[in-house]
């Protein structure tokens, strides 16, 4: 879903106690705040994006 926007790997951990996932993203920002030419150099945007899609989930 964000192949153009990640060009490294994307991990997922499961955090149990809070029942919430945190995405750690490698090579997605272009360097960072001051060195990317991105319009968004700190990623905001991905969490937005993130948000809109649809999720299966096993019970």
Do not use: Q
């Not at 106690?17 to 360097?31: K, M, P, Q, R, S």
Request: hydrophobic share 40%; aromatic share 8%.
């Amino acid at each position: 879903h964000l192949g153009n926007l990640v060009e490294g790997d994307v991990m997922r951990y499961e955090l149990d106690n809070i029942e919430a996932l945190n995405f750690v993203c490698t090579y997605a920002l272009d360097g960072g705040g001051t060195r990317s030419l991105r319009i968004d150099p700190l990623g905001k945007s991905l969490a937005g994006a993130l948000l809109y899609m649809e999720w299966d989930t096993e019970d």
